[in-house]
């Protein structure tokens, strides 16, 4: 017993062997024990560096094995998930807090991801055998390995094909980009949509009958949700992506202050757009142009202000610049080109105008750059 737990202990697997002869097959004999054979699975190449990454990011990983409790202890020991003498949970005991489980039996791996579910966690459960099937199935995502049986795969919502844990981490990555655009995505659509909705409501208001001409709004959703739209799903990740805690799978789309910065937004648009046309209204000035122009290259602003806070290193996201660019100039040409003021019902301005339009716009993208810490403190106020 001393010489197994000592090589369980180096975290191999441990078999005894033993000798025993009978002329009946049908009859055990008396066995004679002729020694034990440890058997050693080494971990692969930059798992712990793995470990340490899904740490980082907020994301608990389990080892959950059907080996000997000190074989599962110097695994997990090895991997950095636990440290020297922490204890480590036998069989289906539901112990959702314990971080390694040994001695569990395939039926005993849904104890353990029911009692994580029933403590709101979501779980992801990786397997490759026949036996992993019904977890793979009960868990939140279940993950197969590439190498595993057909049955696994069958069961699971993922493969992973390389059979390698990293690639995970790596995912996670991706998804949390992918999820920070479509945030980014509707905190510039929505500041835009609040600013047209608040200019057009406050334009009699403060007496001009009519704003923006429909062909004028619907020009600069075109120009603006378009092409410059799409780009910025093209953002990379944010730096320090995987430094972050998981969001609750309860907060809405809108939640972490978002939905107060879309506010922020769309009333700084909106509050630009019809200073600019109340000063040009009173000096004379085409003022519905000078709105339009405003309104448009202001929320192009605002798509080069939520732009991501990549690494240093990380490529640019140039064909956000590109499409911003050539909104712009589409944006500028609707007053200057004799087609396009005949059909948008725009009126020509001067360079110094336009000029003056520019850098009025630019306000909005500015202020929204700014840390959104103080902006959400006035907001309280």
Not at 168 to 175: D, L, R, S
Not at 197 to 225: E, F, R, Y
Request: net charge neutral; proline share 6%; glycine share 12%.
């Amino acid at each position: 017993a001393g010489a197994a737990a000592e090589l369980a202990a180096q975290g191999l697997r441990v078999l005894a062997v033993a000798t025993g002869f009978t002329a009946d097959p049908a009859v055990l004999p008396p066995l004679r024990p002729a020694g034990l054979v440890g058997i050693g699975d080494p971990l692969r190449a930059g798992a712990r560096d793995t470990a340490a990454a899904f740490a980082r990011s907020g994301v608990r990983l389990l080892l959950i094995t059907g080996d000997h409790p000190a074989t599962a202890a110097a695994i997990g020991t090895q991997l950095g998930i636990i440290g020297p003498g922490d204890r480590v949970a036998e069989g289906g005991s539901g112990d959702g807090e314990a971080r390694v489980h040994a001695r569990v039996q395939p039926a005993e791996k849904l104890d353990i991801i029911a009692a994580l579910q029933q403590q709101g966690e979501v779980v992801a459960m990786t397997g490759d055998g026949v036996n992993d099937a019904p977890a793979l199935r009960r868990a939140d995502i279940g993950v197969a390995m590439g190498s595993g049986t057909e049955v696994a795969r069958q069961a699971a919502e993922l493969v992973l094909v390389d059979d390698n844990l990293a690639t995970v981490a790596t995912a996670i990555g991706e998804g949390r980009r992918i999820y920070d655009n479509i945030r980014r995505f509707l905190r510039y659509g929505l500041s835009g949509g609040i600013a047209e909705l608040l200019v057009m409501l406050a334009g009699p208001l403060l007496g001009m009958p009519l704003a923006l001409l429909p062909a004028q709004l619907l020009w600069v959703n075109l120009l603006t949700h378009g092409v410059p739209g799409v780009a910025l799903g093209a953002e990379p990740a944010e730096a320090g992506v995987l430094d972050r805690r998981p969001r609750s799978p309860r907060e809405s789309v809108l939640g972490d202050g978002l939905l107060a910065s879309v506010l922020a937004g769309g009333i700084c648009v909106a509050t630009v757009v019809l200073t600019a046309g109340l000063v040009a209204h009173h000096n004379g000035r085409p003022w519905q142009s000078v709105m339009f122009v405003v309104l448009g290259l202001a929320q192009l602003g605002v798509a080069l202000a939520v732009r991501a806070k990549a690494a240093p290193g990380t490529p640019r996201n140039w064909s956000l610049l590109a499409a911003v660019a050539l909104s712009a100039l589409l944006q500028v040409a609707g007053v200057l080109v004799a087609p396009l003021q005949t059909l948008l019902g725009t009126e020509t301005l001067s360079p110094l105008e336009l000029l003056a339009c520019a850098a009025v716009a630019v306000v909005p993208g500015l202020a929204l750059r700014l840390p959104t810490g103080p902006v959400r403190r006035v907001l309280r106020l």
